[in-house]
């Protein structure tokens, strides 16, 4: 009876000692991966849709703090996103690739493809960040073509952004896949906002 006693103390000792070690290190693994899936994570430039502002092999930071977080197959979306006009987000692309776009039309924004310009609420938009020369080539003109993404809402040369969706245009506007292409894009597909380059 005392031999048993005594085994189970070693046992708990033990376990309090395997508990005791092992708690920093899931600790420090929980934290990583929640720091990296809900509020900060770096990724790399792979493509030329966004030249010359971001160039391949460009390294970005994104913040997610406050964008719907993917995990697996789950999309965990409480609040709208805070986006603004021309910020450049991560975004679900076409099938599991992410992208990285400009947002350049808002929700309840009318948006209209001009003379190789994109006109918003009928203003014309102040881009310093396009190439001098570049075109803006209307969906209709574009010589990529368009893909069907379920989710997203296709368009025309012009219309109005519904609430919960954003026009996204790369700044490589005639060699870029964007919503001309694939549609606009719902916020539970945005992913995050860049905040820094490397």
């Given amino acids: 009876m005392k031999f048993d006693s005594e ?21 420090a693994i929980f934290f990583i991966l929640y720091f990296r899936i809900f509020v900060i994570q770096f990724y790399l430039i792979s493509g030329t849709s966004m030249m010359p502002s971001y160039k391949e092999n460009d390294w970005v930071l994104v913040k ?11 999309v965990l979306y409480i609040l709208e996103p805070d986006v603004d006009r021309f910020d450049v987000l991560v975004l679900d692309g076409i099938g599991a690739e992410l992208s990285l776009k400009r947002v350049v039309g808002l929700p309840g924004d009318f948006f209209r493809f001009s003379e190789g310009r994109i006109l918003i609420n009928d203003s ?75």
Avoid at 11 to 23: A, N
């Fill in 7 to 27: 085994i189970i103390r070693t046992i708990r000792r033990s376990t309090f000692r395997w508990i005791k070690l092992s708690f920093p290190i899931l600790f």
């Fill in 64 to 74: 997610k703090w406050g964008f719907p977080a993917q995990i697996g197959p789950w």
């Fill in 124 to 198: 014309s938009l102040e881009e310093p960040f396009l190439n001098s020369g570049y075109k803006t080539q209307a969906p209709s003109a574009s010589i990529l073509p368009v893909i069907g993404v379920s989710g997203n809402i296709g368009i025309g040369d012009s219309g109005r952004i519904p609430p919960g969706y954003v026009l996204v245009l790369g700044d490589n506007r005639e060699f870029s896949t964007d919503s001309r292409n694939y549609g606009l894009i719902p916020f539970k597909k945005l992913r995050g906002k860049v905040i820094a380059s490397f």
